[in-house]
């Protein structure tokens, strides 16, 4: 029961604190460095990268695009660069979707490490903050489509595992996460559809049918997300990525499924 209520408190405050991070463009900036640092660190560990670099890499990358695009509102020459750090990204999340589908190891050669944790983290942060900027205009910060995006995920993890827990037979992966099933992804599926036409009536953001295809996208794209780092775990023979939230894990556990989805939702929120 103790264990319990802890995992309930843990998981209540890092919901009130994404929430409150989204009802201004500085808190959410803030909010979203500190998590990316705590997710990049608890990263290097998975990977056994010792050295300071990604940090730095991490803060330039994050506050020229992030800051820039967000606080500053410039865009002369950084929707280009913002393209190009979009095109690198899902390239290298459609390796590591490649990687799923193979029984070795995914290779760790130092090279690839930097390039993990740039293209695969930190980049994830930056459209994380573009996202939340999306439906802004220079007079009010609005974060809504971001928060639906969250709540999509929510909304899928939680059915994904009901589902899946009472009625799962089929595994989806079971050489990588034995206790994930076809049946709990559909559930899953199912739930964040029927997420999206309430959140689509609520808000006056996307349409219906926008909202409809980005809970696929964030379904099909997070559960992913979450094969990949539970890979990278299993490589690295842990259970959780971290500590910082009892009974959950670490802040990598929390934001696997969302980082990954990241650059997919932002591809799709600029093709509309």
């Not at 103790?2 to 989204?22: E, H, N, W």
């Not at 827990?165 to 079971?174: A, D, I, T």
């Amino acid at each position: 029961m103790k264990d319990i209520a802890i995992r309930a408190f843990s998981g209540l405050l890092y919901v009130l604190l994404l929430v409150f991070s989204l009802l201004n463009e500085h808190a959410l900036i803030l909010f979203f460095y500190v998590v990316g640092i705590i997710c990049l660190a608890e990263f290097k560990k998975l990977i056994q990268l010792k050295n300071f670099v990604p940090y730095v890499i991490f803060t330039i990358i994050y506050l020229f695009f992030g800051y820039g695009h967000l606080v500053l509102n410039r865009s002369q020459g950084l929707d280009e660069a913002t393209l190009i750090l979009q095109v690198i990204s899902i390239f290298v999340l459609l390796i590591l979707i490649k990687d799923l589908f193979s029984e070795k190891t995914i290779p760790l050669f130092s090279s690839k490490r930097y390039i993990l944790t740039t293209f695969y983290l930190s980049s994830a942060f930056v459209f994380l903050v573009l996202i939340g900027n999306y439906y802004s205009d220079s007079e009010k910060f609005n974060a809504i489509i971001l928060l639906g995006s969250f709540i999509l995920v929510w909304v899928n993890d939680t059915f994904a595992y009901l589902v899946g827990s009472n009625f799962g037979k089929q595994k989806l992966f079971p050489s990588i996460s034995p206790k994930k099933t076809v049946e709990g992804f559909l559930g899953g599926l199912f739930f964040a559809c029927i997420a999206s036409s309430i959140i689509a009536h609520y808000t006056d953001t996307l349409s219906f049918t926008n909202w409809l295809i980005l809970s696929i996208i964030v379904s099909v794209f997070g559960t992913i997300g979450d094969l990949v780092e539970s890979k990278f775990k299993r490589q690295a023979n842990v259970k959780d990525s971290g500590v910082i939230m009892p009974g959950h894990g670490g802040l990598l556990d929390r934001f696997d499924s969302i980082i990954f989805a990241a650059p997919f939702i932002y591809l799709f929120l600029r093709i509309l």
